[in-house]
T-cell receptor, first 117, second 114 residues
C-alpha cells in the first residue's frame, strides 16, 4: 500500500494566484514528520517546509504553508502569490519516527506545477 | 561549505559493466542515503547508513552495494549494470539529532545503461 499519495500529476496556476498541492499519507506510527521538496527542471531537490505530527500549528515558511489535517491524514502544500519560478515538480515525503528512527523518507510520486504568466 | 556532492554527474555504461558512485558531505551528518528517481515514481530508497561502518537496505536494494568507511563518504556500487538501473541517483544526508531530520540532497547522477 502506498504510504504517500499525490493524486495530481500536473497542475496549472495563474501567476500571483494561490495553489494547493494535495498529499495524503498512511501510517500507524504515532510520531512522524511530513516534508515538501521542490525539484526544478535543473534537477536539484530543495527543502521547502516541515510539519511534525505533534505540532499544534500548521507550518509556514514565507509563501509556503502546510495545511495539516491529522484526522484526514492530509498534508497539503499551499503556495501563495505564485511566481514563474515556482514552476517545478513538488514532492511530499514522510518520515516515521518510532517505526524506523533512521531519518529515511518515503516519497510520493510528485506533482508538476506550471505557473502561467 | 559544499554541502552534499556527487561524482560523477553523468555516466553511460554498457550492460554488465561496473561502476561506483561517490557521495561526500561536509556537514558532519550521521545519516546518509542513496535514492533513485524514475519517471512517475518519485524517489525510492536504495540503501542507507546511520553511521560510519554501518549500512542497511532500503526499498529497492537489489543490484546495488554500498559502503561507508568514512563518516563523510557513502559509496554506491553497481557490480553488473543492467538497463533497468538507468535512472537518476540522488545522495542525501541528515543530522541525527535535529527535530526535523531535514535531508540535504546532492545534485544527482544521471546514469544510462545501454
Amino acid at each position: 500500500a502506498q504510504k504517500i499519495t499525490q493524486t495530481q500529476p500536473g497542475m496549472f496556476v495563474q501567476e500571483k494566484e494561490a495553489v494547493t498541492l494535495d498529499c495524503t499519507y498512511d501510517t500507524s506510527d504515532p510520531s512522524y514528520g511530513l516534508f515538501w521538496y521542490k525539484q526544478p527542471s535543473s534537477g536539484e531537490m530543495i527543502f521547502l517546509i516541515y510539519q511534525g505530527s505533534y505540532d499544534q500549528q500548521n507550518a509556514t515558511e514565507g509563501r509556503y504553508s502546510l495545511n495539516f489535517q491529522k484526522a484526514r491524514k492530509s498534508a497539503n502544500l499551499v503556495i501563495s502569490a505564485s511566481q514563474l519560478g515556482d514552476s517545478a515538480m513538488y514532492f511530499c515525503a514522510m518520515r516515521e519516527v518510532w517505526t524506523s528512527n533512521t531519518g529515511k523518507l518515503i516519497f510520493g510520486q510528485g506533482t508538476t506545477l506550471q505557473v502561467k504568466p | 561549505n559544499a554541502g552534499v556532492t556527487q561524482t560523477p554527474k553523468f555516466r553511460v555504461l554498457k550492460t554488465g559493466q561496473s561502476m561506483t558512485l561517490l557521495c561526500a558531505q561536509d556537514m558532519n551528518h550521521e545519516y546518509m542515503y542513496w535514492y533513485r528517481q524514475d519517471p512517475g515514481m518519485g524517489l525510492r530508497l536504495i540503501h542507507y547508513s546511520v553511521g560510519e561502518g554501518t549500512t542497511a537496505k532500503g526499498e529497492v536494494p537489489d543490484g546495488y552495494n554500498v559502503s561507508r568507511l568514512k563518516k563523510q563518504n557513502f559509496l554506491l556500487g553497481l557490480e553488473s549494470a543492467a538497463p533497468s538501473q538507468t535512472s537518476v541517483y540522488f545522495c542525501a544526508s541528515s543530522h541525527r539529532d535535529r527535530r526535523n531530520n531535514e535531508q540535504f540532497f546532492g545534485p544527482g547522477t544521471r546514469l544510462t545503461v545501454l
